[in-house]
């Protein structure tokens, strides 16, 4: 299957600051999204972008899929901003989740 | 709200039992999933239905069976349940073109074998 790698693993902020999430995947996809996972388990669609870019009020996406990565930002984070962030890319049929990056905004 | 309801929400099983985990959609999707989520993990793919009728095998499918009862229905059976399948069951559905459409996903079944 694709390998899909996120980074940081885990990433602490303080409010109001910016940050950058990277997906890398080993092979050609034809999806990739990005997901919020909150704090009591929700998984929450962020993007659906297999190119390009896009932005939903602080948050964008941009992948570049010549490349095979993925880069999500976050601007000026809030607490509610904490949890977990994945990205998934398919082929196809099957879908292929990383590990995550676990964000912590601090007051 | 409209979007991806799973039954039960939490359930503790002894060893060698069985029970059938429950997902609909009302969305009118084609395509459902299920997946696991292992502490510090993503999410794993266990069985996918393309259509009504049809079910094919994830990533790791050992242990699982799955029946797409119509539609909007699509339930994951453990028939013998063990310590190792310990994790948070998550159902999701896609619109027509499977792979191809984003994933929306239900809350989640906390699943605990002892």
């Known amino acids: 299957g694709i390998q899909v790698e996120q980074s940081p693993p885990d990433l602490i902020l303080q409010e109001g600051a910016n940050s950058t999430l990277r997906c890398n995947f080993s092979?050609?996809?034809?999806?990739l999204q990005w997901f919020h996972q909150n704090p009591w388990g929700q998984l929450i669609n962020l993007f659906y972008i297999p190119s390009g870019t896009k932005q939903n009020g602080r948050l964008s996406a941009t992948t570049v899929a010549t490349e095979r990565y993925s880069l999500l930002y976050i601007s000026s984070s809030q607490t509610t901003d904490s949890g977990v962030y994945f990205c998934a890319v398919s082929t196809g049929n099957q879908f292929y989740f990383g590990t995550g990056t676990s964000l912590t905004v601090i007051p | 709200n409209a979007g991806v309801t799973q039954t039960p929400k939490f359930q503790v099983l002894k060893t060698g039992q069985s029970m059938t985990l429950q997902c609909a959609q009302d969305m009118n999707h084609n395509s459902m999933y299920w997946y696991r989520q292992d502490p510090g993990m993503g999410l794993r793919l266990i069985y996918y239905?393309?259509?009504?009728?049809?079910?094919d095998k994830g990533e790791v499918p050992n242990g699982y069976n799955v029946s797409r009862l119509n539609k909007r229905e699509f339930s994951l059976r453990l028939e013998s349940a063990a310590p190792s399948q310990t994790s948070v069951y998550f159902c999701a559905s896609s619109p027509p073109r499977q792979g191809l459409w984003p994933q929306h996903f239900g809350d989640g079944t906390r699943l605990s074998i002892l």
């Open positions: 092979d050609s996809v034809n999806n």
């Open positions: 239905s393309a259509s009504e009728g049809t079910t």
